[in-house]
């Protein structure tokens, strides 16, 4: 299941790049999506298992040695299987539910993550909940997502900041100039210039 979850995740990373994967506009493509995301993850998880299985059993000696092939093909098998009915359900249900709307929207996504998570089901009791953890998974990403195409569409790109030397010219520039009056007559030095000809700068 949760190799099952990391597919939907990683669908869903695929479906926003710039050059999207065609929809299914025919059953044959189900099919053809079906066979190619098994096949392709199925081998994937076969080749990984049995590298791993081998890499366990490399210590084994002895009798139980000549057993060592069979159990890792036994285990490869099952893994590369297991993944691969995930893979399949999740991108075949999604090529389905594409053929059924015509388009790849949230209906479709919903659509491959209940065939996912009926192929990730070990057993026909544990169908329900692992269907209602797919489609949870695949709410939150698909929404997630959303969320963020909707947020670039408004936004558009970021405006350049301008340096900060050049904003506050900008504003002294447009900043009104201030006018304190004109000083009376006969009221004397100001305090700058009594400071002025106590320090002796002026006369």
């Known amino acids: 299941m949760a190799f099952g979850l990391v597919v939907a995740s ?3 990373v695929v479906k926003n790049q710039p050059a999207p994967t065609p929809i299914a506009k025919h059953p ?11 096949v392709t993850i199925g081998g994937f998880g076969c080749a990984f298992t049995a590298f791993n299985e081998a890499t366990k059993r490399s ?4 009798k139980a040695k000549s057993a ?5 093909v036994q285990a490869a ?10 893979s399949a359900g999740f991108a075949g249900g999604r090529a389905a539910g594409q053929l059924w709307r015509g388009e790849d929207d949230f209906q479709a996504a919903m659509c491959g993550a209940v065939a996912g998570g009926v192929m990730a089901s070990e057993s026909i009791k544990g169908i329900p909940g692992s269907v209602a953890t797919f489609v949870m998974f695949s709410y939150f990403i698909e929404k997630l997502t959303a969320n963020g195409k909707a947020g670039a569409a408004k936004g558009g ?4 900041l301008q340096p900060r030397a ?14 304190y009056g004109t000083r009376p007559a006969g009221a004397g030095p100001t305090p700058g210039q009594r400071l002025d000809k106590l320090l002796g700068f002026a006369a």
Not at 28 to 38: C, G, K, L, P, Q
Not at 68 to 72: D, G, I, L, S
Not at 166 to 179: E, G, I, T, Y
């Open 157 to 160: 790109a970021p405006q350049q």
């Open 28 to 38: 044959i493509d189900v099919v053809r999506t079906t066979v190619s995301n098994f």
């Open 68 to 72: 060592v092939p069979r159990f890792v």
């Open 166 to 179: 050049a904003q506050s010219a900008a504003q002294s520039a447009h900043r009104p100039a201030v006018d």
């Open 59 to 62: 210590g084994v000696s002895g």
């Open 10 to 12: 990683l669908g869903a």
């Open 77 to 86: 098998l099952a893994q590369g299987t297991k993944w691969g009915k995930v």
